[in-house]
């Protein structure tokens, strides 16, 4: 599953969750409740235990993200000209002998160097 798919799904039962709520089904309320419950556990089961997962998220998702326990090999740290700051957070194991620039260099690999300011490495 998909970061995409999580959240359409998550919305979708959202909304069901809140129509059952607002027209008094209890049924649907806890079949809707029961489904968002195995998503969410589904979600995290894929995502977060695979040491190999790579996700991206702004300093309020990473907070919230440590405080449900789930704390990164390492982060890197990207601000851009427009003066927004991105928290890239992995779960990759480091080699021996890899440097810290190399590191911070491949995470912004993709990304257009004239709008970072810097990328710093952050481990955990």
């Known amino acids: 599953m998909t970061r995409k798919d999580y959240f359409v799904r998550k919305t979708e039962l959202l909304a069901q969750i809140d129509s059952a709520e607002k027209l008094g ?8 409740q029961a489904e968002l419950a ?6 995290k089961k894929e995502h977060f235990s695979n040491p190999l997962f790579s996700y991206m998220v702004t300093r309020e998702e990473r907070d919230k993200l440590i405080e449900d326990g789930v704390n990164p090999t390492f982060q890197i740290r990207v601000t851009f000209r427009s003066g927004e700051v991105y928290d890239f957070i992995y779960y990759h194991e480091i080699a021996p ?3 810290h620039s190399a590191i911070e260099k491949w995470a ?4 257009d160097p004239k709008d970072i300011v810097s990328a710093n490495f952050i481990i955990d």
């Open 97 to 99: 002998g890899i440097k």
């Open 38 to 43: 195995k998503l969410e556990s589904k979600y």
């Open 108 to 111: 912004v690999k993709g990304l």
């Open 25 to 32: 089904c209890k049924n649907v309320l806890r079949y809707s």
